[in-house]
């Protein structure tokens, strides 16, 4: 089965560079939520996106931005990187947003090196 | 004081043991609840749902106490393949539907 596709896997950048994250929903879902693992933490929510409107925010630092295309696939832009940022960054994405039937499927992640 | 409590263990088990992970939440607007494995830098995959009346998925079995807001993941018989850390996840309905994860329990099998 599809499962939901995050790129690039890795990305190396320098302090106060820009970054920009994609994910490819598994196909007919229609929410995405973005979340931030850095090292030894458990992953904390960033933002989300249900038909392509932002429907929630988290901990999501202001120099970050995102958003969710017509295809339903979503990017995570990322500015004024610092060192702070290195992280994993993991896409979710589900259908029946808001029911219980709920559930988020985890795409591979992106692994962020700022230097 | 975190919204879903673990103990992170790690818990050091023989192969073909019994082992029982709990955890504890602390917003009782929480509406779903799951319990993902997490191996080493990969991602959270979807281990199991957990209803109210319990459920049980071959070796697994996961148990909700609403009154006390405790979920609870049973190992049977302990695989080399279960070491990984195991996340306790809760779910509103209203409002944020983000996931909020527990740290992790980290659970070795060993041989």
């Known amino acids: 089965a599809a499962g939901v596709i995050q790129s690039p896997r890795h990305l190396i950048k320098e302090k106060r560079e820009t970054a920009t994250l994609k994910c490819y929903p598994i196909?007919?879902?229609?929410?995405v939520y973005w979340y931030q693992q850095g090292p030894g933490q458990d992953p904390q929510f960033l933002i989300s996106?249900?038909?392509?409107?932002?429907?929630d925010k988290g901990s999501i630092p202001d120099r970050f931005s995102a958003q969710q295309f017509s295809d339903y696939h979503s990017e995570l832009n990322m500015s004024s990187l610092e060192l702070g940022d290195s992280a994993l960054y993991f896409c979710?994405?589900?259908?029946?947003?808001?029911?219980?039937?709920?559930?988020?499927?985890f795409g591979p992640g992106t692994r962020l090196l700022v230097l | 004081r975190k919204e879903v409590e673990q103990d992170p263990g790690p818990f050091n088990v023989p192969e073909g043991a019994t082992v029982a992970f709990n955890c504890t939440y602390s917003?009782?607007?929480?509406?779903?609840f799951f319990w993902y494995r997490q191996d080493c830098r990969k991602e959270p995959k979807l281990l199991m749902s957990?209803?109210?009346s319990g459920n049980e998925d071959g070796r697994f079995t996961a148990q909700l106490n609403r009154a006390s807001q405790y979920i609870s993941l049973l190992i049977r018989d302990s695989k080399l393949s279960d070491s990984a850390t195991y996340l306790c996840?809760?779910?509103?309905?209203?409002?944020?539907?983000?996931?909020?994860f527990g740290s992790g329990t980290r659970l070795q099998v060993q041989p």
């Open positions: 996106f249900y038909e392509k409107m932002q429907s």
């Open positions: 917003n009782s607007a929480s509406q779903s």
């Open positions: 996840v809760v779910n509103k309905m209203t409002g944020r539907r983000a996931l909020t």
């Open positions: 196909p007919r879902h229609d929410t």
């Open positions: 957990v209803y109210s």
């Open positions: 979710a994405s589900s259908t029946n947003a808001g029911t219980s039937q709920e559930t988020q499927y």
